[in-house]
């Protein structure tokens, strides 16, 4: 099964003479990005509709191997019923995301922090989501942040529909690492600026070792769950660092290539 180490978006201006080395135009900002990570959380479908040509642009600028997150529309997660959110998912999924192909990874449904657990609502919305568009399997990573939702009832469900719960590392959200469907999404998000690469050395080898053990199916015991974990079986992992230090974030995400690189080398 494959791991994906990346970043959120590749416009971010301190980037430019700490990631970007001088000489790099911003038309050129993806080329380069996909390049040194393997994956890319896009943060502007949360914010607009793209267009085709603009999938069809990612898909040509990026390497054969690489993969893009979309980050769903705020239309569809920032509501009071989320069952009310077809219409906008509908439009997000038929704006053209099918561009980008195989290199379409999960998609990540973000709900705001306030966002309590309903669990007839949240059930409801889970089923709005569409297991293909044409031909193209569609996975989908589901990112609550309340607490209300630590319920074994949210796992449950997830389990059932083979939605990702996303594991967040995060000092003001909520973190909880259940698995719960054929690959984990990880968002980690406590980058420090005083470290060169975000995280300690000895950290990136912790995370290193626990996505080994993502990959392999197995759960990391140091991590907080609700609920027995599932059966082994490998699983794909895709890891993205997210706000704290974001300047820090491309040089955690090539340091945890590079541990993952080293620990398949032995």
Known sequence: MSLYVGIGGWTFEPWRGTFFPEGVKKVDELRYASRHVTSIEVNGTFYRTQSPATFRKWFDETPDQFVFALKAPRFAVNRRVLAEAAPSIETFVNSGIAELGHKLGPILWQF?????????????????????IGNLRLRH????????????????????????????HAEDYLELADVTADFVYARLQQCREDETAGYSDAELAGWAERTRTWQRGGLPDDLPVVCPPPAAEPRDVFAYFISGAKVRAPMAAQALIRHLDDREAQ
């Open 112 to 132: 705001a922090a306030t966002k309590r657990f309903d669990a007839e609502d949240f059930s409801a919305f889970l089923d709005l989501l569409p297991e293909k």
């Open 141 to 168: 990573a589901i990112e609550p942040r309340h607490e209300s939702f630590r319920d074994p009832a949210v796992v449950q469900m997830l389990r059932e529909r083979n939605h990702a719960l996303v594991y967040a």
